[in-house]
């Protein structure tokens, strides 16, 4: 059965502090990593990847993908209130497009 | 370009009724995917939908739960009869090719059965 374990499970942090949330994987056939933000519903898009070693970088935000080590890990710089959310780690796996979740790192953005 | 749509976006029902959900994917879209999130947890795939095919439904409760996407664009989810445990927010995808994991997600609909 296809595995995907976040940690930490909530984060709390100031303003300004860097966080580093962690997904690491077990499952067959990877064909690559997704983290999405899920503020009230809805998860947003934020970064697809697909290539060891290859950071993908977006603002603030920012993933790198270990295939050897089967983990990924998502950045955040000096972290803002707007960054309060629920961060969902995803494995594409397969032909069909199908993702496996993990249950997500609840982080709260303090003043 | 419009987001997927869901409705309605909360429903609160009893035990033993039925519901259905309904989902129109962004334009163009291939695909089509439900998926359950439970709270505390990671969203999980119910169905799949290429175009009006069912790609994958090996986690649908098909004893309760049928989908359809009769003209290969919007979709219904309908639970019957419900249980508690069915209880979840139900979130719609949808991707622009089967291959692509690249998936867009509507704002969900929050089911709660008493």
């Known amino acids: 059965e296809d595995k995907v374990v976040q940690s930490p499970l909530s984060l709390v942090v100031h303003e300004g502090d860097t966080v580093t949330l962690n997904c690491s994987y077990e499952?067959?056939?990877?064909?690559?990593l997704l983290w999405y933000k899920q503020e009230k519903k809805a998860p947003t898009f934020l970064f697809m990847l697909t290539s060891s070693g290859i950071e993908k970088k977006s603002g603030r935000l920012s993933s790198i993908l270990d295939k050897k080590e089967l983990f990924s890990i998502l950045n955040i710089t000096a972290t803002q209130t707007g960054d309060s959310a629920i961060y969902l780690c995803a494995v594409g796996t397969g032909t069909a497009s199908k993702l496996t979740f993990g249950t997500g790192t609840r982080l709260q953005v303090m003043l | 370009e419009a987001g997927v749509a869901q409705s309605p976006r909360y429903k609160i029902i009893e035990k033993r009724q039925s519901v259905a959900f309904w989902c129109n994917p962004i334009?163009?879209?291939?695909?089509l995917y439900w998926y359950q999130q439970i709270l505390g947890q990671g969203p999980k795939l119910l169905i799949q939908f290429q175009n009006n095919g069912v790609v994958d439904d090996s986690q649908l409760p098909k004893d309760r739960f049928s989908a359809e996407r009769l003209k290969g664009v919007d979709s219904t989810l309908k639970i019957q009869p419900a249980k508690l445990e069915d209880s979840a927010v139900y979130l719609c995808a949808s991707s622009a090719t089967g291959t692509s994991h690249e998936q867009y997600f509507g704002p969900g609909t929050r089911l709660t059965v008493t």
């Open positions: 499952v067959t056939n990877f064909r690559s």
């Open positions: 334009s163009g879209h291939a695909t």
